[in-house]
């Protein structure tokens, strides 16, 4: 197994861009997470879907991050207009059922200049 | 809501010398609880966890936490660490109904030949 996959590993733009990351979870698991990860905030939890469907969105900063997930294979994560404060790390995770194990992907590094 | 604090944002060592990670958390509810461990330029992999039953689970590497509920915590400890233990250790909390995954803001673990 491949394990998450998440593009590009590093992302570097400038303000105002648009920013989309992507993911792919691993096959089979129905719950798929968005963190963020930055020295001052630590590890915050951005989305989480269950079967495709967005559970619980409260950690998504403001309107300008949006997340889909189309189907059991894929998600994206959205930044529009990006802004220096959003340059973090962006891990995607994923599990089967309740409680199981989490897998997270190697994140992307996103800097916005 | 349930939340997780790691009071210890950096913890050095040397080797051989026992540790302790401590973590608190908060909730109204019954929660599971985990550590998972962050090595450099990679994502989270699981380190243990407590979903019920004994209250003191162990790790294949020596890790051990012990979860206690009137002191709220679930604390990771290792007897005699080693230089490749070198990471960030996250602690994390779900409520039993819920797949929402809280993690605390990270502990770096550094390890001193």
């Known amino acids: 197994d491949a394990g998450v996959i998440q593009s590009p590993r590093h992302e570097v733009t400038e303000m105002g861009q648009e920013v989309t990351l992507r993911c792919k979870p691993i096959s089979g698991h129905n719950s798929l997470f968005w963190y963020r990860q930055t020295m001052m905030r630590g590890l915050e939890l951005l989305i989480y879907?269950?079967?495709?469907?967005?559970?619980?969105d409260s950690g998504m900063p403001e309107d300008r991050f949006s997340a889909k997930m189309p189907n059991a294979s894929f998600s994206t994560l959205k930044i529009q207009p990006s802004e220096p404060r959003d340059s973090a790390v962006y891990f995607c995770?994923?599990?089967?059922?309740?409680?199981?194990?989490?897998?997270f992907g190697s994140g992307t590094q996103l800097s916005v200049l | 809501a349930q939340s997780v604090t790691q009071l210890d944002s950096q913890v050095p060592v040397f080797e051989e010398a026992p540790v302790e990670l401590r973590c608190n958390y908060s909730s109204s509810v019954s929660v599971y609880l985990f550590w998972y461990v962050q090595y450099p330029n990679q994502g989270l992999q699981l380190l243990l966890k407590?979903?019920?039953?004994?209250?003191l689970v162990e790790s294949i590497n020596g890790f051990e936490a012990e979860f206690n509920k009137s002191q709220t915590s679930f604390h990771l400890r290792k007897p005699s660490v080693h230089i490749s233990d070198t990471a960030e250790y996250f602690c994390a909390v779900s409520e039993g109904n819920t797949d929402k995954l809280i993690f605390g803001t990270g502990t770096r673990l550094q390890v001193f030949p």
């Open positions: 407590y979903l019920s039953g004994s209250t």
């Open positions: 995770a994923s599990r089967r059922p309740l409680n199981e194990k989490l897998f």
């Open positions: 879907f269950n079967n495709n469907v967005p559970i619980d």
